[in-house]
Antibody
Framework: VQLLESGGGLLQPGGSLRLSCAAS????????MSWIRQAPGKGLEWVSY????????YYADSVKGRFTISRDNAKNSLYLQMNSLRAEDTAVYYC???????????WGQGTLVTVSS | DIQMTQSPSTLSASVGDRVTITCRAS??????LAWYQQKPGGAPKLLIY???SLESGVPSRFSGSGSGTEFTLTISSLQPDDFATYYC????????FGQGTKLEIK
């Protein structure tokens, strides 16, 4: 099982960024996928999840209306479109897989997003 | 929203010690609780799911117990590789993590 995030970087407040997560080693279309973030020196915060088919999506209140999760099962890929970024969105963003939306049984290595002027 | 509270926040222990970390939920979550281990610079790793089920490949010195609102993670005999930060996480509603417990070498 491999999950490989990409797309992180340094950007100014109000900017936009799209994160990607490439999956391999398992049947991607069978699993729910989530984004989870960790601010520097802080704990884990769940951000968003998408069901295996993409029909069910949830967001944490802290990102609702600004972030959009999506997936392309044909490309074994998960995405997170992040708009109107704030300093408090600075974090390492992990993608993670779960069976039917339960615990996170596999994690990527993370990609760092830094929002700073 | 469900709140998850871990205690202690920091725990100092020695190799060979038996240690217990507690996680309390603000409302009943049945057994829908997982435990993760995270080492500096690394991603979290699943240890326990459904409160007491050991993830494949995880050493048997790790065990979990509890249901409802109170849960524990026990390491029966600490090994050098176990010094890390541990998080509980509920998946009864959406997902909420505890604030973490840092296990340090005494």
């Amino acid at each position: 099982v491999q999950l490989l995030e990409s797309g992180g970087g340094l950007l100014q407040p109000g900017g936009s960024l799209r994160l990607s997560c490439a999956a391999s080693g398992f049947t991607f279309s069978d699993y729910y996928m989530s984004w989870i973030r960790q601010a520097p020196g802080k704990g884990l915060e769940w951000v968003s999840y998408i069901s295996s088919s993409g029909s069910t999506i949830y967001y944490a209140d802290s990102v609702k209306g600004r972030f959009t999760i999506s997936r392309d099962n044909a490309k074994n890929s998960l995405y997170l479109q992040m708009n109107s970024l704030r300093a408090e969105d600075t974090a390492v963003y992990y993608c993670a897989k779960s069976d039917s939306g339960s615990y996170f049984e596999g994690w990527g290595q993370g990609t760092l997003v830094t929002v700073s002027s | 929203d469900i709140q998850m509270t871990q205690s202690p926040s920091t725990l100092s222990a020695s190799v060979g010690d038996r240690v217990t970390i507690t996680c309390r939920a603000s409302q009943s979550i049945s057994s829908w609780l997982a435990w993760y281990q995270q080492k500096p610079g690394g991603a979290p790793k699943l240890l326990i799911y459904k409160a007491s089920s050991l993830e494949s490949g995880v050493p048997s010195r790790f065990s979990g117990s509890g249901s409802g609102t109170e849960f524990t993670l026990t390491i029966s005999s600490l090994q050098p590789d176990d010094f890390a930060t541990y998080y509980c996480q509920e998946y009864n509603s959406l997902y909420t993590f505890g604030q973490g417990t840092k296990l340090e070498i005494k």
